[in-house]
C-alpha cells in the first residue's frame, strides 16, 4: 500500500502526541500503529510526514528543544546566552527524561545539528577561539545530559528507605541544601566555560631543544 497523497493529520500535532506518549508512558510505548490509534488515524498515514519511527523520534527531541536556540544578534555577550542555552537544554531534559537515551545519541542521529552549526558559527563571529569551541560544545552537552540524566534516575527511585536511621549523615545534609538544583547547575556551567577557556589560553610549554632529548637505544627488533 503507498504512501496517502494528502496528509490527513499535521507533522506538528503528530509530534505533539508523539511527546506526549513518551512523557507519559516510556520509549517502549511508542509506535506507529499506537500512535495512529491516539491521532485516530491510520498509521501509514504518517508516512506522509516521516520515513520511519525513528524519523519521528527525531521530530520529538527537536520539539522538546524548541527553546534552546541561537541568538539572531551578536550583540549579546557569547558567554551569557551560551550558558544561558545550556540551562534551557537542562531544563527540557527534566521535563522530558524518557528522551535522554534518543538524545544520548542526538549527532548520529542528526538531531538539531542546525541549530548546533548555528551556534558555532555565531561563537566564531563573537570571536571565541576556534580550538575551544567544540570543547565547549562538548562539555555543557555532556554537563546538561549528565545532571538530568542523574537526577531523572533519583526521581525514578521509589523504593521506600528510612534515610534518617539508615544514613544520617546524607539525610542531613540532604535537608539542608542551600543551593538549588537550578542554581548549582548554572554555576557549574559557568566554571565549565571559564576553566575550558582558561586552559585554551594558557602558553603550550615549548618541546625541548633536539640536542636535550635523552639518547634512547631502541632493542633490536624495535629498530627500523
Known amino acids: 500500500m503507498g504512501r496517502p497523497k494528502k496528509p490527513l493529520i499535521s507533522r506538528r500535532k503528530t509530534l505533539d502526541v508523539a511527546l506526549r506518549i513518551i512523557d507519559e508512558e516510556g520509549l517502549d ?3 506507529i500503529r499506537r500512535l495512529g490509534d491516539r491521532l485516530d488515524v491510520r498509521g501509514i498515514s504518517l508516512y506522509h510526514h516521516f520515513e520511519s519511527k525513528e524519523d ?20 549579546i555577550d557569547w558567554r551569557e546566552w551560551l550558558v ?3 540551562v534551557q ?13 534518543i538524545l544520548m545519541r542526538r549527532h548520529p542521529l542528526r538531531i538539531g545539528l542546525g ?9 566564531a563571529v563573537q570571536g571565541v577561539p576556534p580550538g575551544v569551541i567544540m570543547p565547549l560544545m562538548e562539555g555543557l552537552e555532556s554537563l546538561a545530559l549528565g545532571c ?47 576553566g575550558l577557556l582558561a ?26
Not at 58 to 75: F, I, Q, Y
Not at 89 to 101: G, K, S, T, V
Not at 115 to 123: I, P
Not at 150 to 167: G, L, M, P, R
Open 29 to 31: 510505548a511508542l509506535s
Open 56 to 75: 519521528i523520534l527525531v521530530g520529538a527531541c527537536e520539539l522538546a528543544l524548541a527553546d534552546v536556540r541561537t541568538p539572531n544578534t551578536s550583540n
Open 199 to 224: 586552559e585554551f589560553e594558557q602558553p603550550t610549554p615549548p618541546l625541548p631543544y633536539e640536542d636535550e632529548l635523552p639518547n634512547v637505544t631502541l632493542p633490536r627488533d624495535q629498530r627500523a
Open 89 to 101: 537544554y537542562w531544563r527540557a531534559l527534566r521535563r522530558h527524561p524518557n528522551l535522554i537515551p
Open 148 to 194: 538530568a540524566a542523574y537526577e531523572s534516575a533519583v526521581a525514578a527511585h521509589t523504593v521506600a528507605d528510612n534515610w534518617q536511621e539508615q544514613h544520617p549523615f546524607l539525610y542531613r545534609v540532604s535537608m539542608n541544601a542551600g543551593i538549588t538544583r537550578a542554581k548549582a547547575f548554572k554555576v557549574m556551567a559557568d566554571a565549565l566555560v571559564s
Open 115 to 123: 541549530e548546533h552549526n548555528a551556534t558555532v558559527g555565531l561563537l
Open 84 to 86: 544561558e542555552n545550556a
